[in-house]
């Protein structure tokens, strides 16, 4: 018998196959530099199994993504499914979801998934991000539907990318890898059946999911029962708030989000498969290693999301920047609420956003659009200073290097370096975000979108809170001009942008020198 213990690794590789097909076969930077995807084994009815240590926003969603396929379509051996849509298995449009079954002879055993954040996908803006007042202006929203057929590619949903897009041949490379990817995946799935067989296989899948709601269960009775409520606002005072009020009593943990803004016009709102990467993230986080990534995990949190709100949007809202953005804001109001039940164990806030950085330009091969988001300072802890230029929660990408970055697009990074001293005060200091400095040697449509601009990662037990980004643009012989959130902007050649990410906040409270 071999223990489940080992079968949680070994179905973990092959999610982490996949992913390095993706990596090596796609054509963006976002993709191949960045590694901005996500990989997961399913079981036959869409519960999460398995994953690689990839993106929590895509990862936890993925227990949606399934039922959300099997709801109109019943995929068959040499079909791969193809969605972006948020209200349908997806989490924002960039991330396009290819998906294809797995079958033993006749019976379909499970499902291989992966996400990939396509630098583009349409919209009113360049990097399809921001700029739009609902869904229909994001970009192309595609249902759950057939990107090959039994093996025969569907030409007309190739086409809607092509006639969308701003960049279909990075579109069309970074979807080519996608399918790549699950090929692989398939191959090294079916290598394990030839080793463990058949049944030792299906029922490992099985077994799996049952024993993360085991542990999870045995998990939330070890902690301590109570009661919080906390309240963050997406950025300042007067913008959209989150409520949480967390509950754990009898082994139960409740998430209750009333009191949370409704929806808004705009990209800020999300919806309840991000909430579900949140949660997911945060039992993770709190268990250490002990816990396996798998949906029955999810099975002993409940949530209540007040319908049309900023956290359970209803289409046609827009969800861009919710997913990034929006996502970060509901881990740190979740891990508030937690707060006064655990004390030492929860770290301050970190930095709370992603950074968005895009840009489209024109060049000799036709029109690049870029996407990046960039680190920041991490909160401290009761134990440790927080660390330094990282990425923290429902992000997990690198940076795209400066080398790549030049050799690719007409731009010239002037400075990339941490921002000294951008970290909140305290017994132990917030973490330090950084500086972005790029110049454009071609006109281009520049947008950075973040939040935690007007006010900085507040800090834990008295420490100070961390240093607010800070966005500006430097324009030949002008004086600098301060970028707001999400505002897009024509750059001429010579222009630069200069981004300065948020510090994480302090814990405990700063000795008499103020350190």
Known sequence: MIPLTAFRHLFASVAEEMGEALRQSA?????????????????????????????????GSAHYTIPAILEVLSP?????????DPHRGGTHLNDVTVVSPLFLGNRRVGFLMNRAHHADIGGVEPGSM???????????????????????????????????????????GDLHAQIAALRRGQT???????????????????GLVDHGEKLTRALLRSWPAGSAVACLHLDGPKTPQITCKTTLKSGKLRFDFSGTSPQVSGSWNTHQAVVASAVFYLLQSLAGEHLPETS???????????????????????????????????????????????FDAIPACSQGTMNNFLFGLRTKEGMSVYYETLCGGAGASAEAHGASVVQSHMTNTRNTPIEVMEEELPVRVHQLRIRKGSGGKG??????????????????????????????????EG????????????????????LSCGESVDLKK???????????????PPDKKGN
Not at 31 to 58: N, T
Not at 463 to 482: F, H, I, M, T
Request: charged share 25%.
């Open 27 to 59: 054509v963006s930077p976002n993709v191949k530099e960045r590694l901005d995807y996500s990989c997961a084994l399913l079981d036959a009815r869409g519960q999460l199994v398995a994953h690689a240590a990839h993106i929590p926003v895509h990862l």
């Open 76 to 84: 068959k051996s040499g079909d791969v499914i193809i969605l972006n």
């Open 130 to 172: 921001v700029g739009a007042k609902d869904l229909t202006e994001e970009g192309l929203c595609l249902k759950p539907q057939h990107l090959i057929r039994q093996g025969k590619a569907s030409a007309e949903v190739w086409k809607k990318f092509a006639d969308v897009v701003r960049d279909p041949e990075a579109t069309k």
């Open 188 to 206: 090294r799935f079916v290598e394990l059946v030839k080793r463990f067989g058949k049944k030792s296989t299906v029922q490992a899948m099985e």
């Open 296 to 342: 029955g995990t999810l099975r002993c949190v409940q949530w209540k999301l007040p319908k049309r709100s900023l956290v359970a949007s209803e289409s046609p809202a827009g969800v861009a920047l919710g997913n990034v953005e929006t996502s970060q804001r509901i881990v740190d109001v979740c891990m508030e609420a937690l707060r006064p039940l655990f």
């Open 427 to 460: 017994r132990h200091r917030g973490g330090d975000g950084l500086v972005k400095e790029v110049e454009f040697l071609a006109d281009a449509r520049v947008t950075v979108a973040g939040t935690r601009r007007q006010e900085g990662a507040p800090g834990a």
């Open 463 to 482: 420490g100070d809170a961390g240093q607010a980004g800070r966005d500006s643009l430097l324009r030949k012989n002008q004086p600098s001009q301060r």
């Open 494 to 508: 010579g222009d630069r942008i200069i981004i300065r990410s948020p510090g994480g906040g302090g814990w405990g």
